[in-house]
């Protein structure tokens, strides 16, 4: 079973601080994304990633940066979070090619106060 | 720029009644589209996927979608929903194999007993 986990699953974080939200995956794929998910937008593509090493901005990178430092992990940075960046935030892992599954993690609940 | 619309925001249906759920994309090509479940607290599930051939394809839990070129949609169908179908249930597309989803706002479903 594929499997995408995410750390922390819960955090409050103040207005200003840097936040760094991890996710890790065991399904070999080469292409991650950081989701985040709002009542009324859906989820939001924020930045994704070919392989280790590479980062792609996704359609809302703007307070963002991710970190791509292995196949298996993936981060999103958050260096002055701010109040509009509370949200839910998902990781998912795909492979490269072929007409395949995304797997998404159960999330992160950021709280920015 | 492609997109998905997901006219319902909120569906209330009895149990044992049937459910369609409403899709439209805009994209210049075909594209490969998905639907996506998320349970409280979860991460999103794949229900199923078409790119091509037969215009209804069947998925998991009996659900089934049906794609229709001419009207640019791709609407989901249950026959007897079930109370653990309470979900919120998400249209996606991608522009090409196993990359980058755009989803919808998701329509959220309750089941009634």
């Known amino acids: 079973e594929a499997a995408v986990t995410q750390s922390p699953r819960n955090k409050v974080a103040v207005t200003g601080g840097k936040v760094t939200l991890s996710c890790n995956q065991t399904?070999?794929?080469?292409?991650m994304y950081w989701y985040r998910q709002d009542t009324g937008h859906g989820l939001r593509l924020i930045h994704y990633s070919y392989g280790a090493g590479s980062t792609e901005k996704g359609d809302i990178p703007d307070g963002y940066k991710a970190s791509r430092p292995s196949q298996e992990n993936f981060s999103l940075i958050l260096e002055l979070a701010t109040p509009s960046q509370t949200s839910v935030y998902f990781c998912?892992?795909?492979?490269?090619?072929?007409?395949?599954?995304?797997?998404f993690g159960k999330g992160t609940r950021l709280t920015v106060v | 720029a492609q997109s998905v619309t997901q006219p319902d925001a909120r569906v209330t249906v009895s149990e044992g009644a049937s459910l369609q759920l409403r899709c439209k994309y805009s994209y210049s090509a075909t594209p490969y589209l998905f639907w996506y479940v998320q349970y409280p607290r979860q991460g999103l599930q794949l229900l199923l996927k078409y790119y091509s051939g037969d215009p209804v394809v069947q998925g998991v839990n009996s659900f089934e979608a049906e794609f229709s070129k001419s009207n640019s949609s791709f609407h989901l169908q249950k026959a007897s929903v079930h109370w653990s179908d309470s979900a919120v249930y998400f249209c996606?597309?991608?522009?090409?194999?196993?990359?980058?989803?755009?989803f919808g706002i998701g329509t959220r479903v309750l089941v009634r007993p």
């Open positions: 399904n070999n794929h080469n292409n």
């Open positions: 996606a597309l991608s522009m090409s194999a196993g990359n980058k989803l755009t």
């Open positions: 998912a892992s795909g492979d490269a090619g072929g007409f395949t599954e995304v797997f």
